[in-house]
């Protein structure tokens, strides 16, 4: 179908040269304390490790005040962050907003941010092994919060095909298991992500998002400083280091680390739990047991695209 041609109007340039203002200035953002965090990691105490084998994902949980790091171990690989209050799972990582506040890609200093009402930091970047990448000659950079995460609905309209590792059902099938869910009530709690270690960006000719081989390798890692009780779960996605594609079984993947450490020097005081009412009802009761129990999951039924395999 031939599209219309529009004639630019006569004043385009100039309208074109108007200046861009920034949505959230963020001079008035209330600031970690990264002097007491800096010093703080050098007193860090492993406390617990979680290996997240290559197209699969693992939970972790990670109390108010420690620190976490996310391991390259083996090769290349990148991976797909979700992260939850750990006493109230409806308090999740809200991508969009971190993305307004920092930028499509964040690093040390940055903060992840809740869900509203809460909309509050979840974690802070501590250290970040990556930090010298930059931005490349294509607009890429790493860690971003621009993607949503592989999914299978998404690889069936574009393939036809069916495949149940995409990082939203590995996130799934982990949040299941650690919280005794079902599948359908799991995945509606899988959210954006953090795509740790990725390295992407925006075609300058047509906007699209795009992907490139992450410059990640064996020993970085990035670090976190954990504001309230966190669950995380982290997806070793099934694209390895995403150079080529990102939901297949072709890509060479490997396992990610994460580490749990506790600080012995003191770390700044944390922000104040929001008052939220507590909701009633049989879908709340099932939220705050999921949130206290870390036992397997019973078996249960597969989602509609979801499968435990």
Same mark, same amino acid.
């Given at each position: 179908?031939?599209m ?9 340039d100039a =309208?074109r $040269? ?9 001079? #008035?953002?209330?600031? &970690?304390?990264?002097? !007491? *965090?800096l010093a703080?990691?050098?007193s ?9 084998p290559?197209?699969d994902?693992?939970?972790?949980r ?12 083996e090769?290349?690989q ?22 307004a506040?920092?930028g ?5 200093g ?10 509050r ?6 250290h970040?092994?990556l930090?010298?990448?930059g =931005?490349? $000659? ?9 993607? #949503?995460?592989?999914? &299978?609905?998404t690889? !069936? *309209?574009l393939?036809?095909g069916e495949?149940?590792?995409c ?5 799934t099938r ?9 599948l359908?009530?799991?995945e ?6 953090l ?8 075609t300058?000719?047509t906007?699209q ?23 995380g ?5 099934p ?6 594609e990102?939901?297949?079984d072709?890509?060479?993947c ?7 450490c506790?600080?012995t020097a ?5 922000p ?32 509609a695209?979801?499968?435990r395999?």
């Open positions: 179908m031939r219309n041609r529009i004639t630019p109007p006569p004043d385009a =309208r $040269a108007i200046a861009p203002v920034i949505c959230y200035p963020t001079a #008035t953002l209330p600031a &970690p304390d990264m002097p !007491k *965090l703080a990691r050098a860090l105490q492993p406390t617990g490790e979680v290996l997240v290559p197209r994902a693992r939970c972790f990670v109390p108010a005040g420690h620190f976490f790091r996310i391991h390259s171990v090769g290349p990148v991976g797909d962050l979700n992260l939850f209050n750990a006493d109230d799972l409806a308090e999740r990582f809200y991508s969009g907003k971190t993305r506040l920092h499509s890609h964040i690093t040390t940055a903060r992840m941010w809740s869900s509203f009402p809460a909309l930091p979840m974690a802070t970047l501590t970040d092994t930090a010298w990448y =931005r490349d $000659a294509f607009g890429g950079a790493v860690h971003d919060v621009i993607g #949503t995460r592989s999914d &299978p609905y690889h !069936k *309209l393939s036809g495949y149940h590792h990082c939203h059902s590995n996130l982990a949040l299941a298991a650690e919280t005794g869910m079902g359908h009530e799991a509606a709690y899988v959210h954006d992500v795509n740790v270690f990725m390295c992407t960006g925006f300058r000719d906007g998002y795009f992907m490139k081989a992450s410059p990640v390798r064996p020993g970085d890692y990035l670090e976190f400083y954990a504001e309230i009780n966190l669950l779960a982290l997806s070793a996605c694209g390895g280091d995403c150079s080529a990102h939901s297949s072709a890509a060479a490997y396992p990610l680390r994460v580490e749990i506790a600080a003191s770390c700044p005081p944390r104040c739990q929001t008052a939220i009412p507590e909701a009633t009802g049989s879908r709340a009761a099932r939220r705050r047991r999921a949130c206290r129990s870390v036992a397997p999951a019973p078996p249960c039924s597969l989602g695209r979801i499968s395999a």
